[in-house]
């Protein structure tokens, strides 16, 4: 098994940044791949960004491409997401989540084990 912690969230305004993160516990860090995803209120969870079990061949959702950034670091078993060029269709409760089925990715999401969330607020 394995317990996650977001951090990071917070209100920003429309153009800036923010860095998420996500604390990893449990199983070895090394060993699983990775993935963020968020729910806007009434909406249902949208898929943000993925990376494999080494950190490397990261994806990301087309609304996401250049603006956001993932990264997996291995030797302190924290999964970041760098966000950018915030919009206000950004808010959202951001959720890391863990792979450790196969079925976790930017098509799948039963298999996730999932983190609390971080809250998300850009203003315009």
């Known amino acids: 098994q394995v317990q996650l912690v977001e951090s990071g969230g917070g209100l920003v305004q429309a153009g800036g940044s923010l860095r998420l993160s996500c604390a990893a516990s449990?199983?070895?860090?090394?060993?699983?791949?990775m993935a963020w995803f968020r729910q806007a209120p009434g909406k249902e969870r949208e898929f943000v960004a993925g990376?494999?079990?080494?950190?490397?061949?990261?994806y990301y959702a087309d609304s996401m491409k250049g603006r956001f950034s993932i990264f997996k670091d291995n030797s302190k078993n924290t999964l970041y997401l760098d966000m950018n060029s915030l919009k206000p269709e950004d808010t959202a409760v951001y959720y890391c989540?863990?792979?450790?089925?196969?079925?976790?990715?930017?098509?799948?999401?039963?298999?996730?084990?999932w983190g609390q969330g971080t809250q998300v607020t850009v203003s315009s």
């Open positions: 989540a863990a792979d450790l089925t196969g079925r976790c990715n930017s098509v799948h999401t039963w298999g996730c084990s």
């Open positions: 449990g199983r070895t860090f090394g060993s699983y791949a």
């Open positions: 990376v494999s079990w080494s950190g490397s061949s990261p």
